[in-house]
C-alpha cells in the first residue's frame, strides 16, 4: 500500500596526487596540518587553480554512466561556517555541473535489470577533520581541498535492496575506473540517503528525509528500512505531517535507529553564488578525447564472459562484480587453464580458505599460483584432490607448488611402466576376482580400479589406470 522513494548522494574522494585547487599533496598519513599551503588553508590573497586531473577523473565517471559531459562548466561559492573549513564557504558546482543526465543499470537476482537515472555529478572541496580529544577539538587541514565528485540519483529507488545494488554497481565502476579507491570505512565513498514513502499509485514526491554518511552497506540498508517503518507508521498513526519533515538524520547503529541532527537547509541559506576566484572549466575537444577512454566496465565484462568463456550469467557476475574478483579470475586464465575449473578453485576452494581479514587481494595464494595449481590438474600431474592439499599448505607458506607436489608425494604416476605393474601385481594376487569379472561381473571393475590405487598410493592418474586394466582384463 505504501512505496518507498529513495535517492542517493554519493561523496566519492578522487584519487588525484595533489589537490582541487592547490598542488598539495593528497595523502592523509601524514603529521596533521603539513599538507596545506595558502589556498587550501584560505589565507588570504590565495587564488585557486582547477587541477586538470580531477576533470580527467570527472570525464572518466562521466563517459561510464552515459552522461553528458558539458565541455564548459562552473565553480559556484555555498557558503556555511564551520571550524574544519577555514574560508567558511565550500567551492562546488550547483548551477552548471561537469557531468549531468547519466544512468546506471542494476541487476536483480533472478537476471532482470532496471535502469537508475543520475542527475549530475560535480566537483566540489573536501574539508578538513576536526579531532575531538577530551575535551579538547583540534582541526586537521591536511583533507581540506581534496577533490569530490558528488554523484547524485534521480529519486528511482524503490527499496533498499535496488539501493544497495546501485551503490554496489557505482561502487565497482568507481574501482574498475581506478578514480577512487572508494573505501567506506575510510570515508573515501560516503553516501547521503534520501527516504521518503507515498501510496502506491501515487506519483507525487513526499518530504524526504536524509540519512547522512552511514559507512556500510549493511548499516544503509538497516537505516532505509528503519526510515522507511517510521514514516509509514506515523502515516498509519495519522501524524505523519506533524512527525515527517524535510530534516537531516543519523543513523544510530547500537541504537538501531534514526535520530534528527538538524533541519534541512533550503539552498537559500548557503548563499550560493559563482565564484569569483576561478575560470570556468573547459574542455576541450582533446581532452575530450583522451579523458573519455575508459577501461572495460562491469557489465561489459560480465556480457564478455559469458560469450567467450561460455559461463552462465550468475559466474559472469560474480566474477565481474569487483575488479579485484575480475582481476584474478582474467591472470589465472594467462595458465591456459579452462574457465570451469578457474572458478571453481577460485570461489569454492580458495574463497573457501580465506577468513576474516584475509581477502583474495592479499591472499597468500595470488592469482598466477592459483592458474598454475589448475594448470597441474589439467596436465595430470596431481589429482584434483591432491591439489587441495596443496592448496592448504600453500595457504601456510609461499613456496613452489612443484616442491611442494614433491614433497607431499602427490605427483601423479602417468608412468604406464610402473602402473603395469602394479595392475599385474593386483591380477596375479586375485585370480577368484579376476574369474568372476571374466563371467559377466562388471561391478568388479571397481574393485581392481580401487587397489590398483591403493597401492600407488594415490598417485596412479586413474586414466591411465582404467585403460591398462580394460586392457588387461579384456
Ligand atoms: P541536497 O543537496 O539539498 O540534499 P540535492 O537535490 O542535491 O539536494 O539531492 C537531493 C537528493 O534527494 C537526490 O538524490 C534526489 O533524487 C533525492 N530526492 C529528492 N526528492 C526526494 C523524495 N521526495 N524522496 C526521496 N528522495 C528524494
Ligand atoms: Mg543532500
Ligand atoms: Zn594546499
Known sequence: MFETVIGLEVHVQLNTKTKLFCSCPTSFNHKQNTNTCPTCLALPGALPVLNKEVLHKAIMLGTAIDATINRTSFFDRKSYFYPDSPSAFQITQLYTPIVEHGKLEIDFEDASHKIIRINRAHIEADAGKNIHDGDISKVDLNRAGTPLLEIVSEPDMRSAEEAILYLKKLHSIIRYLDIGDANMQEGSFRVDVNVSIRPKGDTKLYTRVEIKNINSFKFIQKAIELEVARQIEAWEDGVYSEEICQETRLFDQTKQETRSMRGKEEAADYRYFPEPDLLKAVVTDEMMEIYSKIPELPDEKRDRFVKEY?????????????????????????????????????????????????????????????????????????????????????????????????????????????????????????????????????????????????????????????????????
Open 310 to 474: 561460455g559461463m552462465n550469467e550468475y559466474n559472469a557476475g560474480v566474477l565481474t562484480a569487483t575488479v579485484e574478483m575480475a582481476r584474478f579470475f582474467e591472470t589465472m586464465m594467462l595458465e591456459g587453464i579452462s574457465a570451469k575449473n578457474a572458478i571453481t578453485w577460485l570461489t569454492v576452494e580458495l574463497q573457501g580458505r580465506l577468513k576474516g581479514e584475509i581477502n583474495i587481494t592479499n591472499s597468500p595464494v595470488d592469482a598466477l599460483k592459483l592458474g598454475q595449481l589448475v594448470k597441474r590438474i589439467e596436465d595430470n600431474t596431481i589429482s584434483g584432490k591432491a591439489a587441495k592439499e596443496v592448496l592448504d599448505r600453500l595457504m601456510e607458506e609461499n613456496l613452489d607448488i612443484d616442491g611442494v607436489i614433491d614433497a607431499l608425494g602427490l605427483r601423479q604416476v602417468s608412468d604406464t611402466g610402473a602402473l603395469e605393474a602394479i595392475c599385474d601385481t593386483i591380477i596375479a594376487a586375485n585370480p577368484d576376482k579376476v574369474a568372476e569379472y571374466k563371467g559377466g561381473k562388471d561391478k568388479l571393475f571397481g574393485f581392481f580400479v580401487g587397489q590398483v590405487m591403493k597401492e600407488s598410493k594415490g598417485s596412479g592418474n586413474p586414466q591411465a589406470i582404467n585403460e591398462i586394466l580394460k586392457a588387461k582384463l579384456g
